[in-house]
C-alpha cells in the first residue's frame, strides 16, 4: 500500500534535509494511520502486535473524553508511530477494513432481500429460494406473511427483524 519513505523521518539522502513542509506531512500521515488504529476492538489490537507503547496509547485515547485531548493523543500516537512498521501496519489495517466492508455489503444485501420479499410479490420469493436453495419455504412463507401482516396494522417491525434474522441464519453471516 505505502512505502516506508512516506512515514520515515529521516533525510532522503545525505545531500537533502527534510523540508519542514514534509516533516508536517509525515506527521500527518503518521496520525491518521494511528487514527484508523483507535477504531479496532481489542481483539484485533492484539492481533496487530503493536509496540507495548503504542498499544498503551491508543487504549489510553478510548478513555479520552475531551476532543481537543483527543487530538493532541492522536498527535503523541503519530510520534510513537515513527519507530514502528508503518507497512505492516497498514497492511493489517487494511485486511480488517477489507473484512468489515465485506461484512457490510452482506448486511445490505440481506436488508435489500427482507425488503423485497415484504413489499414483492411471490417472484421475489422464488427469486431468493432459487438463490438460497437451503431455505426452509413454509418457514419463509410464514415469516413474510406475518411482516406483512403487521406492516398493514402500522405495528413496530418485530416480525420484519424475525425475517431478516432467518434471512442472515441462512446466509451463513
Same mark, same amino acid.
Request: charge should be positive.
Given at each position: ?22 516533516? =508536517? ?9 494511528? &487514527? ?10 492484539? =492481533?496487530?502486535?503493536?509496540? #507495548? ?15 481537543? &485531548? ?5 498527535? +503523541? ?9 508503518? #507497512? =505492516?501496519?497498514?497492511?493489517?489495517? $487494511?485486511? +480488517?477494513? &477489507? ?24 417472484? &421475489?420469493?422464488? @427469486?431468493?429460494? #432459487?438463490?438460497?436453495? @437451503? ?26 427483524? =424475525?425475517?431478516?434474522? +432467518?434471512?442472515?441464519?441462512?446466509? $451463513?453471516?
Amino acid at each position: 500500500m505505502s512505502d516506508n519513505s512516506k512515514f520515515s523521518n529521516m533525510p532522503l539522502n545525505d545531500d537533502e534535509e527534510l523540508s519542514k513542509t514534509e516533516a =508536517k506531512r509525515q506527521m500527518h500521515a503518521l496520525q491518521t494511520l494511528g &487514527a484508523r488504529l483507535t477504531k479496532l476492538n481489542k481483539e484485533q489490537l492484539a =492481533k496487530m502486535k503493536l509496540d #507495548d507503547r503504542l498499544h498503551l496509547a491508543i487504549e489510553e485515547f478510548h478513555r479520552i473524553k475531551s476532543n481537543g &485531548a483527543q487530538k493532541r493523543h492522536l498527535q +503523541y500516537i503519530g510520534k510513537i508511530m515513527r519507530t514502528e512498521d508503518t #507497512d =505492516k501496519i497498514e497492511h493489517d489495517l $487494511g485486511l +480488517y477494513e &477489507a473484512g468489515q466492508q465485506a461484512h457490510t455489503q452482506t448486511f445490505h444485501k440481506l436488508e435489500r432481500w427482507r425488503d423485497r420479499l415484504i413489499s414483492e410479490d411471490n417472484q &421475489a420469493l422464488q @427469486s431468493y429460494i #432459487d438463490e438460497n436453495p @437451503s431455505a426452509d419455504v413454509q418457514h419463509l412463507r410464514q415469516l413474510i406473511r406475518n411482516a406483512k401482516k403487521e406492516l398493514s396494522l402500522e405495528k413496530p417491525p418485530a416480525a420484519a427483524r =424475525k425475517l431478516f434474522k +432467518y434471512l442472515r441464519e441462512v446466509a $451463513g453471516a
